[in-house]
């Protein structure tokens, strides 16, 4: 079923509110009444990702966890606290490069304490070399200040996030059951793109708070697994927004 650019605007802003604020009872029920009759809703109760410890691949180990301590200036509850987020790396040292999402570090309040990224069970400060600024542009690439090993690097995509296409998401979800309160890296193997458009797409990969900023990958026989997106958000039931690397893939290239 094809969809119109305001109805796919619409499921991306729901979803974006769910992976960021939590699960609101209001948005699944518009989810279900908007978008019932798309392709790939998960009605499984079986959880269909994998924890990379139990089914390792070869891009695993170029994922790694982020921390950002953010000031929370709304809600009932403003404050401080430690954003978690997934990263990707994608250029070697001595200071490797990572893709992650915008909102993974736009909160920071304290240059005393920078996002940091675990790299190899040591935790490595981060500095923004480039983004998107915004979550209309959910993107951003950091470079650790040390120097920092570089495991694994998961080569850049370049083509688009097309409808219908297969891709792997996978990040450090913070669910209780897989993620372990995101002390596992989890991906969810062969979801669908179910809807896009220029600036983003939309997906049945399943992700959970925490999996922000982790890597969207596609495979195919002659280049192997590749870098295709960035988790921005998603519902934590069946709906996650994906932003293509093919937004950012030139700033990305020309960076040093």
């Given at each position: 079923?094809?969809?119109?650019?305001?109805?796919?605007?619409?499921?991306?802003?729901?979803?974006?509110?769910?992976?960021?604020?939590g699960?609101?009872a209001?948005?699944?029920?518009?989810?279900?009444?908007?978008?019932?009759?798309?392709a790939?809703?998960?009605?499984?109760?079986?959880?269909?990702?994998?924890?990379?410890?139990?089914?390792?691949?070869?891009?695993?180990?170029?994922?790694?966890?982020?921390?950002?301590?953010?000031?929370?200036?709304?809600?009932?509850?403003?404050?401080?606290?430690?954003?978690?987020?997934?990263?990707?790396?994608?250029?070697?040292?001595?200071?490797?490069?990572?893709?992650?999402?915008?909102?993974?570090?736009?909160?920071?309040?304290?240059?005393?304490?920078?996002?940091?990224?675990e790299?190899?069970?040591?935790?490595?400060?981060?500095?923004?070399?480039?983004?998107?600024?915004?979550?209309?542009?959910?993107?951003?690439?950091?470079?650790?200040?040390?120097?920092?090993?570089?495991p694994?690097?998961?080569?850049?995509?370049?083509?688009?996030?097309?409808?219908?296409?297969?891709?792997?998401?996978?990040?450090?979800?913070?669910?209780?059951?897989?993620?372990?309160?995101g002390?596992?890296?989890?991906?969810?193997?062969?979801?669908?793109?179910?809807?896009?458009?220029?600036?983003?797409?939309?997906?049945?990969?399943?992700?959970?708070?925490?999996?922000?900023?982790?890597?969207?990958?596609?495979?195919d026989?002659?280049?192997?697994?590749r870098?295709?997106?960035?988790?921005?958000?998603?519902?934590?039931?069946?709906?996650?927004?994906?932003?293509?690397?093919?937004?950012?893939?030139?700033?990305?290239?020309?960076?040093?």
């Amino acid at each position: 079923m094809r969809h119109s650019m305001a109805s796919i605007g619409s499921l991306v802003e729901i979803a974006r509110c769910g992976l960021r604020l939590g699960y609101w009872a209001a948005a699944l029920t518009l989810l279900i009444t908007t978008s019932g009759a798309q392709a790939g809703a998960a009605t499984d109760p079986e959880d269909p990702r994998h924890r990379a410890q139990d089914a390792p691949r070869d891009w695993t180990r170029a994922v790694v966890r982020l921390e950002t301590p953010i000031r929370h200036r709304g809600g009932d509850h403003p404050g401080h606290r430690i954003e978690h987020c997934t990263g990707t790396l994608v250029g070697g040292g001595p200071n490797p490069l990572l893709v992650t999402a915008w909102h993974c570090i736009e909160g920071q309040f304290d240059l005393t304490r920078p996002p940091r990224a675990e790299i190899d069970g040591r935790w490595y400060a981060l500095r923004v070399l480039a983004s998107g600024g915004s979550m209309a542009a959910d993107w951003a690439v950091v470079t650790t200040v040390d120097p920092a090993p570089t495991p694994a690097v998961l080569p850049i995509h370049a083509g688009t996030l097309d409808l219908g296409a297969r891709v792997t998401a996978g990040g450090f979800s913070r669910d209780d059951q897989l993620g372990a309160i995101g002390q596992h890296l989890t991906y969810h193997e062969d979801c669908r793109v179910i809807a896009a458009q220029r600036d983003d797409a939309l997906s049945n990969c399943l992700a959970y708070k925490g999996a922000s900023g982790g890597p969207v990958i596609v495979n195919d026989a002659e280049q192997g697994y590749r870098l295709a997106g960035v988790i921005s958000a998603g519902d934590s039931l069946a709906r996650s927004v994906l932003v293509p690397v093919s937004r950012f893939s030139r700033r990305l290239i020309a960076l040093p």
